[in-house]
């Protein structure tokens, strides 16, 4: 049986698919071992079970622990090839404000932002659909660019889609909003606008999960 799990570790979420095998997207922070292991103990799922790792984007609060997850699980890491110098050397561009709001949460988080614990090389590189079978989960990751131009998400068959930045909860109003931080606003718009084609609940990077009728809300009244 499907089993998505957000999973909440602070900063920023880590999501958890069990279904035929086990994939994790994104890792979360600010985490350890010791709360890994407590939270997959929680949901009956033994580390080694893990098959896959998945980063949405190359901004370190959703790898900062890819390297330390992969030496305690045994699973590869995948990231689209546009975010594997973010991985290699734990940098990453500035990111860019398209609103007020933007503006307002990069003075909030200056000098906080979450930093790579440790590189890596990643396992997998993709740039376009890569199907997730062969990982036990019936679904598919796609290239959702416009947060950044190296952004994936994930979406199942079951129409549940894992998006990292893409829509994410207002810190102020708690609200879904789409990515107040964006390369490419244009390409951020269609990117959900495609994914709102299947999808019926969004898990995101930082808080949600968000039903359909809210992101679909939130891009109309942007």
Known sequence: MLRITSLK???????????QGAVLVDTGTPASFDEYRRQFAALQLEPQDLRLIVITHGHADHF?????L???TGAPVLCHTLAVQALRTGQYPPVQPRNELGE????MIAGQAPQARKTLEPDL???????????GVRGKILATPGHSPCSLSVLLDSGEAIVGDLVVSSPFSGRATLAYFADDPPRLFDSIRYLLQSAHTFYSGHGGP?????????????
Do not use: K, P
Not at 9 to 19: E, H, K, P, S, V
Not at 64 to 68: D, H, N, R, W
Not at 125 to 135: E, K, N, P, R, S
């Open 9 to 19: 570790l602070g900063f920023a979420n880590a999501t958890l698919i069990q279904d």
């Open 125 to 135: 590189v993709i740039d376009g659909d890569f199907d997730l079978a062969f990982y």
């Open 104 to 107: 307002s949460v990069r003075r």
């Open 70 to 72: 992969r030496e305690f």
């Open 64 to 68: 900062s622990y890819a390297a330390e």
């Open 210 to 222: 968000f039903r359909a009728a809210e992101v679909a809300a939130a891009l109309s009244s942007d």
